[in-house]
């Protein structure tokens, strides 16, 4: 009857949209997961410049408050 077929009909439109939803939402859910990972990836860089960077100045303090030592 037209009534099974329009109740056919719409639960097939229902399951192409959410099947759609759920590959819409597996992809998001990718690109958010490989974005976060550049991010942790760029921040753990910078922490690693930043850490060479503080220990150059450390290096820096110590060789001259022992130059100001030996002139003392």
């Known amino acids: 009857s037209s009534a099974k077929s329009l109740r056919a ?3 097939d439109a ?17 690109e958010l997961e490989a974005d976060t990972a550049r991010t942790l990836s760029d921040i753990e860089h910078k922490i ?3 850490s060479q960077q503080l ?3 450390k290096e ?4 001259l408050q022992e130059r100001l030592s030996e002139t003392s």
């Open 9 to 11: 009909t719409i639960g």
């Open 48 to 50: 690693q410049r930043y």
């Open 14 to 30: 229902f399951e192409r949209l959410h099947r759609f939803l759920r590959e819409r939402q597996k992809s998001m859910l990718e």
């Open 60 to 63: 820096g303090i110590q060789i």
């Open 55 to 57: 220990r150059d100045v």
